[in-house]
């Protein structure tokens, strides 16, 4: 059952346990980044209804957020040791997906059947390195602005990849035609190649150097892409577009590939839109184009810096608040055990809160995290 459906079923009792208290509750929301700040202050200044009513709107918000928001409102009702101890009766509850042992004789199985299946449930990561992290970064265009602050994204990206035990390869200034060739020739990889491809350089030591060992898959693959962007695409340093569909089908399950059903993640960083915002940063691409579909293909995930018809910003020095916020998300969440998606709602709530504007609310954005993943994907900290 997903933790919505659970929430569901399970709400009376929950609203009914809830009213005890309901400013700890709230509280706890806020804190754990359930809610916004926003959110918070709306919630807290509803006038018109009484305690019922107000954790009504507290759940329903949780609800409406969907099943990731759900799940961390679950085990946080059931982890937090000031929670558990002022609404004891939400103990006996069968508030499913939980990470600890269920006092309830009727979810107790089904406790026991989880815990058999963790392990099954995430994608195996044995290999040593994990995988390759590929980042394509367009600074330099053609007919198009320099893309300043790039660099430090690139840089961000190399030391937390690595840091997750990855081979960090980065690919500089491609036009659509050498994105596209370079794509391929990642996605048809199978046996240890050597050389690599021309162009290509591995992160070390603190830097890029040309690689020094044949490259291979591992148990997972990452793909960045840095670049100016629109509407589905993104663009090579010639202003020509890949369409993102193209970007993943690319990577596609066959009998051949060594990637079949290993995770395969992209996070592109570029606009996806045209109009011009006023503010200090920067945005990436200036054209619309055709919409994108999502891949149909098991094992993906793709994070877009913002949705459709909008931009993405870009510090020239401190780089792009997108690609920032993931490396600091990852370097935070990885080491407690949070896989990707739950970090990547972390993400989302991190880059929806700035302001690139000193009007607040005239200079937004939001990431777009799309996935077709069938287990969970737990990054953690290579140890050597």
């Known amino acids: 059952m997903s933790a919505r459906d659970t929430l569901r079923r399970n709400k009376t009792r929950i609203l009914q346990g809830l009213c005890a208290d309901y400013s700890l509750i709230l509280n706890k929301a806020q804190e754990t980044n359930l809610i916004t700040s926003r959110e918070y202050n709306n919630l807290k200044s509803i006038s018109n209804k009484d305690v019922e009513g107000h954790v009504v709107e507290l759940v329903d918000k949780i609800m409406n957020k969907g099943e990731n928001t759900s799940k961390a409102f679950l085990d946080l009702l059931q982890t937090d040791e000031e929670i558990k101890t002022t609404f004891p009766e939400l103990r006996h509850a069968c508030l499913l997906p939980t990470p600890v042992q269920a006092s309830s004789p009727y979810c107790g199985d089904m406790?026991?059947?989880s815990k058999r299946q963790k392990k099954d449930e995430a994608y195996a990561l044995g290999s040593q390195p994990v995988g390759l992290c590929v980042i394509i970064n367009n600074e330099n265009f053609t007919f198009s602005s320099l893309r300043r602050g790039t660099n430090k994204d690139a840089q961000s990206l190399a030391e937390v990849f690595s840091w997750l035990g990855?081979?960090?390869?980065?690919?500089?200034?491609?036009?659509?035609?050498?994105?596209?060739?370079?794509l391929a020739s990642f996605a048809s990889l199978g046996d240890s190649v050597w050389p690599p491809e021309p162009g290509v350089e591995e992160w070390s030591g603190g830097g890029f150097a040309a690689p020094q060992q044949a490259l291979e898959h591992g148990d997972a693959f990452v793909c960045c892409i840095l670049s100016h962007g629109a509407k589905g695409e993104v663009l090579g340093t010639d202003s020509?577009?890949?369409a993102i569909k193209d970007v993943t089908r690319a990577f596609k399950a066959t009998e051949q590939s060594a990637l079949t059903g290993k995770p395969k993640v992209f996070l592109i960083q570029a606009c996806q839109g045209g109009q011009i915002q006023q503010g200090v940063l920067m945005k990436d691409g200036e054209t619309y184009r055709d919409p994108w579909s999502v891949p149909q293909e098991a094992d993906y995930l793709v994070a877009v810096a913002t949705v459709?018809?909008?931009?993405?910003f870009r510090h020239p020095v401190d780089g792009s608040w997108?690609?920032?916020s993931v490396c600091q998300q990852l370097k935070e969440r990885c080491p407690r055990g949070e896989d990707l998606t739950s970090i990547l709602l972390h993400v989302n709530n991190d880059v929806g809160q700035k302001e690139g504007s000193s009007q607040p609310?005239?200079?937004k954005q939001i990431p777009e995290v799309r996935y077709t993943l069938t287990k969970r994907l737990l990054l953690s900290p290579h140890r050597t």
């Not at 390869?169 to 596209?180: E, N, S, Y």
Request: net charge negative; glycine share 2%; with cysteine.
């Open 308 to 312: 459709e018809d909008h931009a993405a």
């Open 240 to 242: 020509e577009p890949l």
């Open 322 to 324: 997108f690609v920032q």
């Open 111 to 113: 406790v026991q059947e």
């Open 166 to 182: 990855f081979r960090v390869l980065m690919c500089k200034d491609q036009t659509r035609d050498q994105m596209a060739q370079t």
């Open 361 to 363: 609310g005239k200079v």
